[in-house]
């Protein structure tokens, strides 16, 4: 299981934890507008990290951006695999291949 995978299956089961004692499950309490606003934070720390030219930190603040849209795809009842088939699909892989060329070995 990739990483993607496993957060997406994490964020799943947050979805009935109690909003104090989980981050994301604090972000689902709160709803879409609150998930929406640090989806466009991060993208705009990630875009400065960018124009600073500071690799370490467009790492850490993308990380952060992806991570608010995993947490989006999970509120909207979709996930990772879903933008992942999409983006093989521009290139002409099969859902099927995509998920195998994720795989180690
Ligand atoms: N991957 C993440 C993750 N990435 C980012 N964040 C949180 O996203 C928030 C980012 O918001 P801010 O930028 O405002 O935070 P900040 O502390 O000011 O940081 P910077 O401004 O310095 O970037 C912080 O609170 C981070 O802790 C995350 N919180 C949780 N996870 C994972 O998600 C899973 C579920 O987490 P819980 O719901 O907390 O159990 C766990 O496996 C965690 O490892």
């Known amino acids: 299981m990739d990483v993607l995978d496993r957060l997406a299956e994490i964020l799943e089961q947050r979805k009935s934890e109690a909003p104090e004692k989980s981050y994301a499950a604090s972000l689902y309490a709160k709803g879409l507008d609150t998930i929406l606003k640090k989806i466009g934070e991060e993208a705009t720390e990630t875009v400065i990290a960018a124009k600073d030219g500071e690799r370490d ?40 291949e995509e998920k195998a060329s994720r795989k180690p070995g």
Request: some cysteine.
């Open 57 to 96: 930190k467009i790492v850490y603040e993308m990380a952060d951006l992806w991570f608010h849209c995993c947490v989006l795809l999970a509120q909207q009842g979709l996930g990772p695999d879903d933008v992942l088939r999409e983006l093989a699909r521009r290139f002409g892989m099969s859902g099927l």
